[in-house]
């Protein structure tokens, strides 16, 4: 027997929801300053959930788990407002929406890897311009001292931030699937 659409549904949103519980609570227990030039730059593992997610519920049900604890930072973790949600919403969605959508066109092992690893560059790249567009434009720090910072702090930061969570994420995915933990959305 078939579960019924809005059942399916309502099991989706029950699902994301916690999703985005197990993100803010990580936001809340694991804030890593990684440079000690930038230590308000600091590593999160918000967004390992998050591609979890998306590789079992799909990209567009990841997107809206990521604009919740985007959210939820920006308001209340020292997000740094509605900049932050967006720098945080364009940055790591970058990574969610291209490992979820790479992983469900080829959903093997060299799938995963690849769709993880083109979501972390992905996200590195985004972060450079968005650093010269909203660290200058809306926080006032001056272009010069942004293009100082690329090299030696903002890339490397934003590459391990995004290495670190593909790494995580295929770990703590393999885990699960190996388990069988996930609930299929298709059963009664």
Avoid at 7 to 22: D, E, G, N, P, Y
Avoid at 110 to 139: E, K, Q
């Amino acid at each position: 027997m078939s579960v019924s659409r809005s059942r399916r549904q309502t099991r989706i949103l029950v699902h994301s929801a916690m999703w985005v519980a197990l993100s803010v609570v990580l936001i809340m227990l694991v804030q890593v300053p990684l440079f000690a030039a930038a230590p308000w730059m600091k590593y999160d593992m918000a967004d390992v959930p998050v591609i979890i997610a998306s590789l079992y519920l799909g990209p567009v049900s990841g997107l809206m788990i990521l604009a919740a604890v985007s959210l939820i930072q920006a308001m209340y973790f020292g997000g740094d407002g509605m900049v932050g949600f967006l720098m945080h919403f364009i940055a790591s969605g970058s990574l969610v929406f291209l490992t979820s959508v790479i992983y469900q066109k080829k959903q093997t092992l060299l799938g995963l890897v690849m769709g993880l690893a083109v979501g972390a560059c992905t996200m590195v790249a985004m972060m450079i311009p968005m650093n010269f567009i909203f660290t200058v434009h809306f926080f006032g720090v001056p272009q010069e001292m942004v293009k100082e910072m690329m090299l030696p702090v903002i890339i490397p930061f934003n590459a391990i931030k995004a290495g670190l969570n593909a790494v995580i994420s295929f770990a703590v995915y393999q885990m699960l699937i190996k388990r069988n933990a996930f609930f299929d959305f298709t059963e009664e």
